[in-house]
């Protein structure tokens, strides 16, 4: 049986200055858009006990996992829909749904927020309302679609791609990992992207295991830090489930447990019980990840690289050190990787 998670804070330690996770990001090296096929994208290997740099591609990836490896993915799916509408006295509205909560309905982002308090109307296509029911923290907001069709949500809203990206996706999938299954999030658990059915079978096939969580990727994964200090950073809830099933083929796990994604990181450490020891667990991770963290779980990590000043920027410093993973971005930013969402990878060992 499940257990349910308490929410999990940050530990008390000496103040960072955020802007000790600050870096110059070209501008033109932001990806927007994928590679094609999608395993084709760069893999800059990170080698932590010595600090040797590597350049390879992403389907080179079987050359360093090897059998008794347990590869850990999060297969979430992208729910989040972009709907526009009107206020009944004419003016425009737009709706990002973040969480789908059942009967219609959403957590979402509206604007414009202020001039629609609760109880507010927006009118959508083909005789659809949504209703202001809540204001919640954050910004958040709780709409009822009338009727409660999902189905027309999923056929007419469009998926937000992060704010950075400027071109619209031909192919809406490009934006969901092969291996999405549990929808749920608002945005794309974005190292998982450079996956191809045919990878994971060569994986499987050199007797690499493959297993799932899911964590629900919110909004606040990629906002930049907001304060003066890394630690006073305030994490919000991200739902996320480890299955009695992924719990025993990690607690098996004879090799390393590689986890891809900064989403699986916190899944993994959520549920940790001891030394690569994993409970099955349902609940809201708030764990905030920095410099002076013991990873309990952890022994590998794929990853895209993060913008500055972010808290999943901040967690890769705390796997591999700030140091060594600052003078990566430097020789990556050198070499013209792409980076965020649709670039390439890492792989730290």
């Known amino acids: 049986m499940a257990g349910r998670a308490r929410p999990l804070?940050?530990?008390?330690?000496?103040?960072?200055?955020?802007?000790?996770?600050?870096?110059?990001?070209?501008?033109?090296?932001i990806a927007q858009e994928p590679v094609e096929p999608r395993d084709a994208s760069r893999l800059l290997i990170v080698h932590r006990a010595t600090g040797q740099l590597e350049h390879r591609h992403?389907?080179?990836?079987?050359?360093?996992?090897?059998?008794?490896?347990?590869?850990?993915?999060?297969?979430?799916?992208?729910?989040?829909?972009?709907?526009?509408?009107?206020k009944p006295t004419g003016g425009r509205v737009e709706l990002l749904l973040l969480r789908p909560l059942g009967d219609g309905r959403w957590h979402a982002l509206v604007r414009p927020g202020r001039r629609l308090p609760e109880g507010s109307l927006i009118l959508l296509d083909e005789g659809h309302t949504a209703q202001i029911e809540a204001r919640l923290e954050e910004g958040i907001r709780l709409v009822r679609f009338i009727p409660p069709d999902d189905a027309w949500l999923q056929q007419v809203g469009q998926i937000p791609l992060p704010p950075?990206?400027?071109r619209q996706l031909t192919d809406p999938e490009r934006y969901q990992t092969v291996f999405a299954r549990e929808p749920g999030a608002a945005a794309a658990p974005t190292a998982g992207l450079h996956f191809t059915p045919q990878l994971l079978e060569r994986l499987k096939t050199q007797g690499v295991q493959i297993t799932t969580v899911t964590l629900h990727v919110?909004?606040?994964?990629?906002r930049p830090l907001q304060s003066e200090h890394v630690e006073a950073h305030k994490m919000h809830g991200e739902w996320f489930t480890l299955s009695p099933e992924a719990a025993a083929v990690i607690n098996q796990t004879r090799g390393r447990i590689v986890a891809v994604g900064t989403t699986s990181v916190r899944v993994l450490e959520s549920a940790a019980v001891g030394r690569?020891?994993?409970?099955?667990?349902?609940?809201?991770?708030?764990?905030?990840?920095?410099?002076?963290?013991?990873?309990?779980?952890?022994?590998?990590?794929?990853?895209?690289?993060?913008?500055?000043?972010?808290t999943v920027l901040v967690l890769v410093c705390a796997f591999a050190g700030r140091e060594l993973i600052l003078h990566a971005y430097q020789e990556a930013i050198r070499l013209r990787y792409r980076f965020l969402s649709f670039g390439d990878a890492m792989l730290i060992l």
């Open 9 to 29: 804070t940050p530990t008390t330690k000496d103040k960072m200055e955020t802007s000790l996770f600050d870096y110059a990001l070209p501008e033109e090296l």
């Open 276 to 310: 690569r020891q994993v409970q099955p667990l349902t609940g809201e991770t708030r764990l905030y990840i920095t410099p002076g963290y013991a990873f309990k779980v952890v022994d590998a990590l794929i990853t895209n690289f993060h913008a500055p000043r972010t």
């Open 164 to 166: 950075y990206i400027h």
């Open 218 to 222: 919110s909004l606040d994964t990629f």
């Open 58 to 86: 992403f389907y080179d990836l079987p050359d360093y996992l090897q059998a008794g490896d347990t590869l850990v993915l999060n297969d979430t799916r992208v729910s989040a829909r972009r709907l526009f509408g009107r």
